[in-house]
Structure formats: structure tokens, C-alpha cells
């Protein structure tokens, strides 16, 4: 509660946002989720014909959890770096085509220190931080006594890479509606835990209205088919698809700057173990700021705080696009 109360103090300091005019993918999730198909809000509205878009997100998460039941064990004290770079085109019958590829890099980190006494000064407790030496990796899951995979260490790699297809349904001067699909190919090795060694699909509906010419309201929900993970393929786990929603809110300051806040659901594929970081759905609260040249570059700066307690304390967003 005291990470919501904080996160909503930020929102209202630094103002509301324009929606329309950023992605951010990722999200704030742990390691053992972040290479699936997670939500997504983004414009409602394809690129025009013959129009194009590049974009570069790079996103940083300190993450903790020393959690145990009666049969299973989790344990993910790292910072990863996430690198996600995409290109969109315009296309015919009011669609668009997009492919973005990730790169993962997970490391020890340097914050430990820092962010035990941030939590202890904010009395938000530490999760069992204090019980592991600050800055050493550790990466461990385990169900019955059976592995999920070797602790992969320090390392790097490119994730699994996805493709997809939006196409406007409907639009007016005030709402724009679309739907999206996307498909996962596992080109992340599951072995480094930088994919699942399956073939995912996610269908998404968007909608973006403008209540007014500075406001952009977004709305998202849809449904992910997961295929069942590499390493889980000996693991007494229920497993199972997954829905999503997301909202969006917004408003436009200059004709160049604008500021964003979004917050995402996601129900967690994993039941049955009663450890809340794999149990339990996920929540976050995502909020920043872009700045949109003319020459079509924009840039921008956010950062999300998990409200679940089922995922990483905070990741900071940076990120590029190009229109042209």
C-alpha cells in the first residue's frame, strides 16, 4: 500500500500524460516472466501507408525475491538490462507490420546497499534482502526438488523475437479502435532463461479517445496463448494461458512535450505453488515523459514500480523512436 500511496504522489507531481505517442515493452516484470508476451499499450491507430517507425527502449530492473513453500523455491537477486528495438511499417487495409527483436543482459548489480536502506526508510521492508551478501547473483527456482534450470549466471543474450499485424476496426473524430495480433518464435536460448523454447500468440483490442484535443484516454485487454516452457517440460507446475488489460492517461503540455502514465494487469500463467511472486497476478504503474522533434526523432524517460508485490522493485525506461 505504502508503494502505491508513493507511486500516486509522483503521478500527481509530475502531471499526466499524452498516450498515443509511446510504447513501452518490457514492463516491470521478474526474470521468470519477462519473456513472455506481456501487455501492451500503444497507439489504436496503424501507421499511414508508406509511412515507417524505428525504436530503440532500453529498460533497467533491480530485482529481488527470496520466497519458499512447501514444495517450492524461488530465488532471483539480480539487475537486468533489457535492450528491445523495433520497426514498424505502414501498410494496406488500414494496418500495420512490426517486428521487434530483445537482448537480455543479467549482472549482479550495485544497488543492494542503496535500496535496502531506501526500504528501510520508507518502511517497506526488504523482502529477506538483508539475508544474501549485497551484489551476488543468484538465480534459482525449484519445485519438488526439481530444478527449473542451472543458475545461469552472469550473462547475455538475444530473447525470443516477436511479429505483428495491427489493423484499425473503427474511427471517428473523437475514438480509434483496433486489433492486434503478435506471435512469439523462440529465439531466446531457454537454457541462459532468455526465452521459453516455445511459440507463443497474443491478441490484443485498442482504443484510443480524445475527449479533448490535449487528452487521450487508451484502453487494452486481450488473451496470450502460451506454449508450455523448456524448463518446465519434468516440473509438477500448473501452467495455463493468461489475459491482460491496461489504461492509459494523457495530456499534451507543448506542442513538443508531453507526459504519460499507464497501468497494466496481467494474470500470472503459474498457480498452485503458493509463492507469491509466481502465484500471484501482476500490477504496475508506469509513468514519464517524451519530448516529440519535428524532424520526427522523440525520446523519453519513464519508470515503472510494481503494485503486486509479484514482480521487481522498480525499472527505469529510456528510449528513441524515429517516424519518417
Known amino acids: 500500500m505504502k508503494k502505491l500511496i508513493i507511486s500516486m504522489l509522483a503521478l500527481l507531481a509530475f502531471g ?7 510504447s513501452i515493452p518490457g514492463g516491470n516484470q521478474s526474470g521468470v516472466n519477462r519473456f513472455y508476451l506481456a501487455p501492451s499499450l500503444e497507439p489504436a491507430e496503424p501507421l499511414q ?35 528491445t528495438t523495433g520497426f514498424s511499417a505502414g ?7 512490426s517486428l521487434d527483436v530483445g537482448f537480455l543482459s543479467y549482472n549482479s548489480g550495485v544497488l543492494d546497499s542503496f535500496l535496502e536502506s531506501y526500504h528501510d526508510a520508507l518502511g517497506v521492508g526488504n523482502s529477506g534482502r538483508s539475508m544474501r551478501p549485497d551484489d551476488q547473483f543468484g538465480y534459482q527456482i525449484s519445485s519438488n526438488g526439481k530444478s527449473w534450470f542451472d543458475d ?36 531466446g536460448d531457454p537454457d541462459k532463461v532468455m526465452g521459453t523454447g516455445g511459440t507463443d500468440a497474443q491478441l490484443t483490442v485498442l482504443a484510443d ?18 506454449a508450455r516452457p523448456d ?14 488489460g491496461a489504461l492509459g492517461l494523457a495530456y499534451q503540455f507543448t506542442p513538443g512535450f508531453s507526459g504519460f502514465v499507464q497501468s497494466v494487469y496481467w494474470q500470472s500463467p503459474y498457480g498452485g505453488t503458493q509463492v507469491v511472486v509466481l502465484d500471484r497476478d501482476y500490477g504496475e504503474i508506469t509513468f514519464g515523459g517524451k519530448y516529440q522533434w519535428k ?11 510494481d503494485l503486486s508485490r509479484s514482480a521487481a522493485d522498480f525499472t527505469l525506461h529510456t528510449g528513441v523512436e524515429l517516424s519518417f
Not at 509511412?51 to 532471483?76: K, W
Not at 545461469?152 to 495480433?181: F, Q
Not at 524448463?231 to 491482460?244: A, G, K, N, P, Y
Open 16 to 22: 499526466l500524460g499524452q498516450a498515443e505517442a509511446f
Open 49 to 83: 501507408l508508406k509511412t515507417f517507425q524505428a525504436r530503440a527502449d532500453l529498460g533497467y530492473t533491480n530485482e529481488f525475491a527470496l520466497m519458499t513453500s512447501p514444495n517450492h523455491i524461488v530465488l532471483a537477486d539480480m539487475e537486468c538490462l533489457q535492450l
Open 91 to 97: 501498410f494496406f487495409w488500414d494496418s500495420e507490420l
Open 152 to 187: 545461469p549466471g552472469v550473462g547475455s543474450g538475444i530473447a525470443d523475437l516477436r511479429l505483428g499485424v495491427k489493423k484499425r476496426v473503427y474511427a471517428n473524430a473523437w475514438m480509434t479502435a483496433s486489433v492486434k495480433g503478435v506471435i512469439k518464435l523462440p529465439t
Open 209 to 226: 479517445f480524445k475527449p479533448h484535443d490535449k487528452v487521450t484516454l487508451s484502453l487494452a485487454g486481450g488473451y496470450t496463448w502460451l
Open 231 to 244: 524448463f518446465l517440460e519434468d516440473v509438477e507446475i500448473d501452467f495455463s494461458d493468461t489475459c491482460f
Open 295 to 305: 524532424s520526427g526523432w522523440g525520446a523519453y524517460l519513464a519508470m515503472s514500480e
